[in-house]
Nanobody, 114 residues
Framework: QVQLVESGGGLVQAGGSLRVSCVVS????????MDWYRQAPGNQRELVAT???????NYADSVKGRFTISRDNAKSTVYLQMNSLKPEDTAVYYC????????WGKGTLVTVSS
């Protein structure tokens, strides 16, 4: 069974930094693309960043230049480094992958105070 477990969320002041992590089990991690999504209260879930199995990355325009997605295949972990955080980055951040179906973690809450 594929499992994704996020951690690292918390409260940070605007302009600060935070790194969230997602540990994956139950699949061959190195073969799959991984994504970070987020969902703010009252909003739809949105794609934040993607990293392919080969390490290529893509970002939402709203986080480009501030967020960095990375992966450690030896640890089956994907990271999202978030710098220059803004109050509008406040959301629950979810780890995601797709293997015949969507798999999601339970999310980790990031709150950015102004």
């Amino acid at each position: 069974q594929v499992q994704l477990v996020e951690s690292g969320g918390g409260l940070v002041q605007a302009g600060g930094s935070l790194r969230v992590s997602c540990v994956v089990s139950g699949m061959i991690f190195s073969l799959n693309a991984m994504d970070w999504y987020r969902q703010a209260p009252g909003n739809q879930r949105e794609l934040v960043a993607t990293i392919t199995s080969g390490g290529s990355t893509n970002y939402a325009d709203s986080v480009k230049g501030r967020f960095t997605i990375s992966r450690d295949n030896a640890k089956s972990t994907v990271y999202l480094q978030m710098n220059s955080l803004k109050p509008e980055d406040t959301a629950v951040y979810y780890c995601h992958t797709f293997i015949w179906r969507d798999y999601w973690g339970k999310g980790t809450l990031v709150t950015v105070s102004s």
